[in-house]
């Protein structure tokens, strides 16, 4: 059974600092995708990510894949407060991790 | 272009009563997902549909059907509810469902009393 495992489930970081998110999974895939949730509001989609060493990047947010190392990170870089909100990584579509809650203080 | 929309936003049922939840996919997008969202949980995957067929089913119980029309709307149909049912329900739609982002309804928010 393919098992999703985020880590940290819940990080508090102060704005202008840099940290990763880490998504590991269990079987072997090539398709991983990232999402943000708001509070009470459903899923947006943030990356795709489709083979070995995909790296996308949108503002202060970079996504990669090592599909060797079955491990997809997070990187957030100079924390604002607006990035505050729960992250999910996702695999083949279909099982999600349990989530990061990020919340960014000033 | 209008969004994933679901149908109701918000329901209360009491234990072995069933209920059918809808989904409007974006127009376009022939392939549709549901996800039950337990509070500080991630979303469960329990259906996926493509051209009116399942291509795709989660761990849950028989309990749990739905079905794409050909107009690709999607409905979730729960019988003799559970407690332990209750959750945010979500559909997402997406053009054919395999490499590409799923776009996600507001969900329908299940109560079970």
């Known amino acids: 059974e393919l098992k999703v495992e985020q880590n940290p489930l819940f990080l508090s970081m102060q704005e202008g600092k840099n940290y990763t998110i880490y998504c590991n999974y269990s079987?072997?895939?090539?398709?991983l995708y990232w999402y943000r949730q708001d509070p009470g509001k459903s899923l947006e989609s943030l990356f795709v990510?489709?083979?070995?060493?995909a790296v996308k990047q949108e503002g202060r947010l970079m996504a990669s894949l090592d599909t060797k190392a079955r491990l997809s990170t997070l990187h957030i870089t100079a924390a604002v407060h607006d990035l505050s909100a729960t992250y999910f990584c996702a695999v083949d579509d279909m099982r999600f991790g349990a989530g990061t809650r990020l919340t960014v203080k000033p | 272009d209008a969004g994933v929309t679901q149908s109701p936003t918000h329901l209360i049922k009491t234990r072995g009563q069933h209920v059918t939840l809808r989904c409007s996919p974006i127009?376009?997008?022939?392939?549709v997902s549901w996800y039950q969202q337990v509070l500080g949980q991630g979303p469960q995957f329990i259906f996926q549909?493509?051209?009116?067929?399942?291509?795709g089913r989660g761990n849950f119980p028989d309990r749990f059907s739905a079905r794409q029309f050909p107009n690709y709307s999607s409905e979730l149909n729960v019988n003799a509810l559970l407690l332990g049912d209750s959750a945010l329900y979500l559909c997402?739609?997406?053009?054919?469902?395999?490499?590409?982002?799923?776009?996600f309804g507001d969900g329908t928010r299940l109560s079970i009393l």
């Open positions: 549909y493509y051209e009116k067929e399942e291509r």
């Open positions: 079987t072997t895939s090539d398709r």
């Open positions: 997402a739609s997406s053009l054919t469902g395999l490499n590409q982002p799923q776009h």
């Open positions: 990510l489709l083979s070995n060493g």
């Open positions: 127009s376009g997008h022939k392939s």
